[in-house]
């Protein structure tokens, strides 16, 4: 069955650490998102991808970057972790950009101590 | 500005029918998605309405009116397991209010 995956589903880092996490679909979207889960805010886009190639900001993409080598993946970097980066993160997709229909991945708790 | 408000608590009694409204406030829209998230979990999509009316689908309805930039979400025979929190969206692309948590008690 197709899916989408996100590697770790925990980490602890330090500030000023460089922190890669990884988003995995095998759904073949053309569409990637990268979100942030925080109380009281909800969900807050990060960046987001329509394709390879593709890399877009979103609302709170200071700090973070991403790249789109291939369809599957949307891998999401933190140049220099910030203990306000501390956050649950989702990585989505979806099938074209007229669909609203998100897939979302389990989510990484990350921690920056 | 572009914003989402929804109420950020509901409890309803199971059994009942419960409303969840969204307004909203955007320059650009395409339509109102719904999406369900338990504590734990991911969000998983539940509905999405680009025109105004009411989308139906089994115990979950939901109604978007453009003119007056608001929707709901409603939720009939309400069971334990709808006890989740509830967050429209607008698009493209999307753009999540804050969330609704809805209890549902015996």
């Known amino acids: 069955d197709a899916e989408i995956t996100q590697s770790p589903r925990h980490k602890i880092t330090e500030t000023g650490r460089q922190v890669t996490l990884a988003c995995h679909q095998t759904?073949?979207?053309?569409?990637m998102f990268w979100y942030r889960q925080d109380l009281g805010h909800g969900l807050r886009l990060i960046h987001y991808?329509?394709?390879?190639?593709?890399?877009n900001k979103g609302e709170v993409s200071d700090g973070y970057s991403v790249s789109r080598s291939n369809t599957e993946d949307l891998p999401l970097t933190l140049e220099s972790a910030a203990s306000s980066q501390t956050s649950v993160y989702f990585c989505?997709?979806?099938?074209?950009?007229?669909?609203?229909?998100?897939?979302f991945g389990p989510g990484t708790r990350l921690t920056v101590l | 500005g572009q914003s989402l408000e929804q109420p950020s608590e509901v409890t309803a009694v199971e059994g009942a029918i419960v409303q969840i409204n969204c307004t909203y406030q955007?320059?650009?829209?395409?339509?109102l998605s719904w999406y369900q998230q338990h504590d734990g979990g991911a969000p998983t999509f539940l509905s999405y309405?680009?025109?105004?009316g009411l989308e139906e689908t089994g115990r979950f309805s939901s109604f978007l009116s453009r003119s007056d930039s608001y929707g709901y979400l409603l939720l009939q025979e309400l069971q334990m397991k709808d006890s989740a929190s509830y967050f429209c969206?607008?698009?493209?692309?999307?753009?999540f209010g804050k969330g609704t948590r809805l209890s549902v008690i015996a």
């Open positions: 989505a997709s979806s099938v074209g950009r007229s669909t609203n229909e998100q897939f």
């Open positions: 759904w073949n979207h053309n569409n």
């Open positions: 991808s329509y394709g390879v190639q593709d890399t």
């Open positions: 955007t320059s650009g829209f395409y339509g």
């Open positions: 309405n680009a025109l105004d």
């Open positions: 969206a607008y698009s493209t692309p999307l753009v």
